[in-house]
């Protein structure tokens, strides 16, 4: 069975510093890998994706993504945090046998200025 | 082009009663899914939907149902609902290749209806 651990349910961070959130997962097969990103009363806009083509994931405004199998994760990065970057972050995984994403609990990011 | 649209965006409705929800794919799409977001809780998938047929359901009751028309809209059914039905529902289409369903198709979400059961 598949799933997705987000370790931190709340990262609080300066702006201008650099992001981390972290994501593990665990699944039988070589899965894809997603990030979501939610800002409040809105709905869900994709980050990146991993689809197996290389293992440094580059998405929009300026976050990557790193697939380390080895280690089962895909960790979220960002070089500096930008007050516009406050939101939750869905990490997600999905197989070719499901039809379905199967989302993270989410990590709340917090820019303080 | 348009997004994903989704009606109503807010809807309060009473224990027992019935609520239809609707969505409307981004142009060229014909895959839909539903997915319930429970206040603090990340996305469930309900259903995916693909060329009106249903093409999966997660562990929802019977009361919710769905289908998906001929152009590619769809709707989302619950019937008598429940004080825990309450969450933001979400709606996302994605585009589907020669090959069928894979995973690396990108799921664009809508802005969702937000449902309180009072």
């Known amino acids: 069975a598949q799933s997705v651990t987000q370790l931190d349910s709340h990262v609080s961070v300066s702006e201008g510093t650099p992001v981390l959130l972290r994501c593990n997962y665990s699944s039988s097969y070589s899965p894809s890998l997603f990030w979501y990103v939610q800002h409040p009363n809105k709905g869900l806009q994709l980050l990146l994706k991993y689809t197996s083509a290389a293992t440094l994931v580059k998405g929009i405004n300026g976050f990557e993504a790193e697939f380390k199998k080895s280690e089962t994760s895909f960790h979220l990065t960002k070089p500096s945090a930008h007050m516009s970057d406050a939101a939750e972050y869905f990490c997600v995984v999905r197989m070719d046998s499901s039809y379905k994403l199967i989302f993270g609990s989410g990590t709340r990011l917090l820019v303080r200025p | 082009d348009a997004g994903v649209t989704q009606s109503p965006t807010h809807l309060i409705k009473t224990r027992g009663q019935h609520v239809t929800l609707r969505c409307s794919p981004i142009?060229?799409?014909?895959?839909v899914s539903w997915y319930q977001q429970v206040l603090g809780q990340g996305p469930q998938f309900i259903f995916q939907y693909y060329e009106k047929e249903e093409r999966g359901r997660g562990n929802f009751p019977d009361r919710f149902s769905a289908r998906q028309f001929p152009n590619y809209s769809s709707e989302l059914n619950v019937n008598a609902l429940l004080l825990g039905d309450s969450a933001l529902y979400l709606c996302a289409s994605s585009s589907v290749g020669s090959g069928g369903i894979r995973s690396t198709d990108t799921q664009y979400f809508g802005p969702g209806t937000r449902l309180t059961v009072l």
């Open positions: 142009s060229g799409h014909k895959s």
